[in-house]
């Protein structure tokens, strides 16, 4: 399953640790967007691994996830000259 997620954290600490999770899991499409393929599983532990390292104050942070289905992730689209969104980079070391 093709998410979305974003993320608007107020602490500073909070905010680098997320990102830094989030980077074990998708791409950054943004400075607080990630676009991420988690199956079901993936997913139960990325939410685990929030509660648990306590990275959310739910009265002031905001932490979004968008399902997008996989009829409706082909007619995503980048205006720029940029990977298509959700396709996956590879990388060589």
């Known amino acids: 399953m093709f998410y979305l997620i974003t993320y608007d954290i107020i602490n500073d600490k909070r905010r680098t640790k997320l ?5 074990k899991y998708g791409t950054r499409v943004n400075y607080s967007v990630f676009e991420c393929e988690l199956t079901q599983r993936k997913l139960d532990k990325l939410l685990a691994e929030i509660e648990v390292k306590k990275l959310l104050h739910k009265e002031h ?3 979004r996830f968008y399902h997008v289905c996989k009829n409706c992730a082909p007619k995503c689209f980048e205006v720029t000259n940029r990977l298509d969104p959700f396709e996956s980079e590879e990388m060589y070391i």
Do not use: A, N
Not at 19 to 23: A, F, G, H, R, V
């Open 61 to 63: 942070d905001s932490l």
């Open 19 to 23: 990102s830094t999770l989030l980077e």
